[in-house]
């Protein structure tokens, strides 16, 4: 069965950094399309980043609002993804959701949540200006 637990979330100020993970257990991360989401109080969840390796090359897709920003991998012998988060501003406080599915995702899928069928918990980040 496949389970996903985030961590590293917490409280930073704005230009502030933190790393998210993402332990997975139950597959393997080469096989599977990863991705990160969030979601603020009354807001729709958002995609953020997602994550595909295949054959030697790693396809990565960005959100707009975060590209230069976040850095999105994963280390296979971990079974471990990352979300690097750095020059963070108070708009990325949400909670942050760790996403896999068994598909190929060389392109973005930021903007289908049902595309992915598991889920972690989430993890609180929380920016204050």
């Known amino acids: 069965q496949v389970q996903l637990v985030e961590s590293g979330g917490g409280s930073v100020q704005a230009g502030g950094s933190l790393r998210l993970s993402c332990a997975a257990s139950?597959?393997?991360?080469?096989?599977?399309?990863m991705g990160w989401f969030r979601q603020a109080p009354g807001k729709e969840r958002e995609g953020v980043a997602n994550?595909?390796?295949?054959?030697?090359?790693?396809?990565?897709n960005y959100a707009d609002s975060v590209k230069g920003r976040f850095t999105i991998s994963q280390d296979k012998d971990k079974n471990t993804l990352y979300l690097q988060m750095n020059s963070l501003k108070p708009e990325d406080t949400a909670m942050y959701y760790c996403?896999?599915?068994?598909?190929?995702?060389?392109?973005?899928?930021?903007?289908?949540?049902?595309?992915?069928?598991?889920w972690g918990q989430g993890t609180q980040v929380t920016v204050s200006s």
């Open positions: 996403a896999a599915e068994k598909k190929r995702c060389y392109y973005s899928v930021l903007g289908e949540p049902g595309f992915f069928g598991y």
């Open positions: 994550i595909y390796a295949s054959i030697g090359v790693t396809y990565t």
């Open positions: 139950g597959y393997t991360y080469s096989t599977y399309c």
